[in-house]
Structure formats: C-alpha cells, structure tokens
C-alpha cells in the first residue's frame, strides 16, 4: 500500500479502472461493454488480489459505469476506495458541466446514488475549467467534504501551474486541499516529469496513472509488420490515446521486451512496474476488459525491477529535455535534492516518510 500524496490515506499500488463497464454508444462501446455479471466477477478478483482503489467518472457510459461499479461491489463496498470524477456535460444544458457550485453539486448528489454510496472516498475535477474561478470550484468541494458527502479530493489532467494555484488557495483559505492528480504516465508519455512530478512532490499531491499501457501500446500486442490487432482501441477507432511514433514505440517494446522474455512474464507487466517505483506515484489504473488481460496485469506487483532493468527502460524513453530543465541539469547539480533533503511538503511526517516506501498492492 501506498499513502495517497500527503494524506493519511493508504491505496493499492494497482487500481482497477471501470472505463470499460457499460459501454454502449459509439466512444465508449469501442472500450468495452461490461456488464453487471461480468464486471463483479473482475471486481471481486481484484479485491482478492489486494486491490482496494477503484475509479470510474459520471462521464464513463453516461453514468452506467458508476451504476455498474456500485452494484459489483455490493457488499464488499466497505473493502473499497471508490474514486469518481465530474466536469464533463452529463446534459445538454449550460449547466450540465463545468467546475461551477451548481455543477459540483449536482453532480456530486447524482454520482452518488448511481453508485449507491452515502460517501464518495475520492472525488475528482475530471478536467480544468477556465471560465470558474478557482476559488469557487474548491470552496464548493470543501463543503462537500465538510458535509460527509465527500471524503477525498482530487484532480486529473490539470497542468502545474494549477496544482501549486489550488495548494495555495487552500492553504491560504482553510479549505481541504487536493491530495492527487491523475495523470496519464507511461514509457512512451513521460512528460509529466519536466513540471508536474516536481510540483506534486512539492505540494504533497501523489499521481494516480491512467493508461499506462498508452492505450495498449505497450500491451506487446504491436510490433514491426504485424497486423493490427482486431480487439485493440486502433482497430475499434479509438482516438484518445498518446500521440506516438511508431518507430519509437518499436524501439521502446525492443527493449520492454526483451526484459520480459528474461523475466518469463509480459511486456505490460514490464511497463507496468516500472510506474510503480516512480517517486511522485500513489497508483496505477489498471483497464482490462478481460480476466486474463486483468490476472496479467496484477501481476506486476509481484516482482522488482532491477537497477540495470530501468536504465536500460530509460536510456530508450528519455525524453529530450527542454529549457531551463537541460542549463538547471548543468548549473544546479551541487544543489541537488537527495534522499537526506527533499522537496515534499511534510517531508519529516510519519505519513510522508512512509509514502516513500512504496509496496505492492
């Protein structure tokens, strides 16, 4: 178990994502249609395997994928860490989306009975808002959180500057602060590592991943003149993935691969585990549609990666550093932070301390 950023709350290395319950529309059919039957079955193997974080959104299948989580969880909900997201129109009228009071609020009461909760664990801004102030959107989850209804805050896909913005709005007001940012991650995507991990570290949020396969990449179903696979999100037309060149990605599976065959386990356990020891991440989100795609990836918290493992993973995924991150590199190396000095909000505290001994989920 993990502490999620600076809180005192623990999550599994591994979450397990619900994008792939319900679907039935022409964007999320392409991901999967679980349903009930087939959606406890997963649920209950990853509780069983230690799971304990489990996300969805209102967004995901107009609501069925909260209506469905709710319902596999059942009378294990109390074993959970339901994590449920808003901003996304769930209607078509001017207030049906957005960061605004009247949205959060809505939107807040109607995730609830979907899942069938009196609270929701962790609560998410699906994505930014620039037409609402800060301040409003945070006053109103605070008072989400002072009234039982939400336990948890967090954010996903928001940039850096607006993390460091919001710490410090809440700081400064007295309100309950954002605990995580979820964030998409990967091998093929580390760009969050120039601005967002520092600021996380910094600020005290911790990293939930999402896709960190970058949408079946680096599941090893690809490969130099194969076929596209006729199950993958390519071949179904799913657009929302990282932009990648191929050729990269090649190089990057080369190499995945390689320490897989000499692990006797799968290229996406490999890319998998190597997001688990990153230092800004809490969890990862795992998206299976099936129970073998699923056993397989739980499987990557069963083993450590080596030393020469992630370099090797690194020397081929480094991303070219832009300024001033590359003149910083050269100039500030004597004033590096090391393991004896970190920049991490409550770096002394028992929680932060143990959020850095990270284990599996």
């Not at 091998?187 to 005290?204: H, K, N, Q, T, Y």
Request: proline fraction near 4%.
């Amino acid at each position: 178990m993990n502490y999620l950023g600076a809180s005192g709350l623990q999550v599994s290395s591994l979450a397990f994502g619900t994008m792939t319950f319900g679907g039935t529309d022409e964007y999320f059919g392409k991901l999967g249609s679980l349903q009930v039957d087939e959606a406890t079955r997963l649920v209950r193997i990853a509780l069983d395997a230690g799971v304990n974080l489990f996300d969805t959104a209102d967004f995901y299948s107009s609501g069925a994928s909260e209506e469905i989580l709710g319902k596999a969880l059942g009378v294990r909900r109390d074993e959970a860490i339901v994590s449920t997201k808003l901003r996304y129109p769930m209607g078509d009228g001017p207030n049906d989306g957005g960061l605004s009071r009247h949205h959060i609020m809505r939107a807040c009461e109607a995730s609830l009975k979907r899942l069938n909760v009196e609270h929701i664990d962790l609560l998410h801004l699906h994505q930014i808002d620039l037409s609402t102030p800060l301040e409003e959107t945070i006053r109103a989850l605070d008072d989400l959180v002072r009234s039982g209804k939400v336990r948890y805050l967090g954010v996903s896909n928001f940039p850096a500057w607006m993390v460091t913005k919001a710490s410090s709005i809440s700081d400064a007001r007295g309100w309950e602060r954002f605990v995580c940012n979820q964030v998409h991650y990967s091998l093929l995507c580390r760009d969050i590592e120039f601005e967002l991990v520092p600021s996380a570290l910094d600020a005290g949020v911790g990293h939930v991943v999402w896709s960190p396969l970058s949408g079946g990449l680096l599941s090893g179903k690809f490969g130099r003149g194969k076929a596209v696979p006729e199950d993958s999100r390519r071949s179904r037309g799913f657009g929302d993935t990282v932009p990648v060149d191929d050729e990269r990605n090649f190089a990057v599976l080369d190499i995945a691969s390689a320490i897989a065959n000499e692990r006797g386990c799968s290229a996406a356990q490999v890319a998998i585990n190597w997001l688990i020891t990153r230092p800004s991440v809490s969890s990862v989100v795992l998206g299976a549609r099936t129970e073998k795609q699923l056993m397989d990836n739980l499987g990557a918290a069963q083993w450590e990666m080596t030393a020469d493992e992630a370099a090797r993973l690194d020397e081929v995924t480094s991303p070219p550093v832009p300024y001033p991150y590359w003149h910083n590199r050269i100039h500030s190396a004597d004033r590096q932070v090391g393991e004896n000095r970190r920049v991490i909000r409550g770096a002394d505290s028992p929680g932060r301390a143990a959020q850095r001994k990270n284990s599996s989920a």
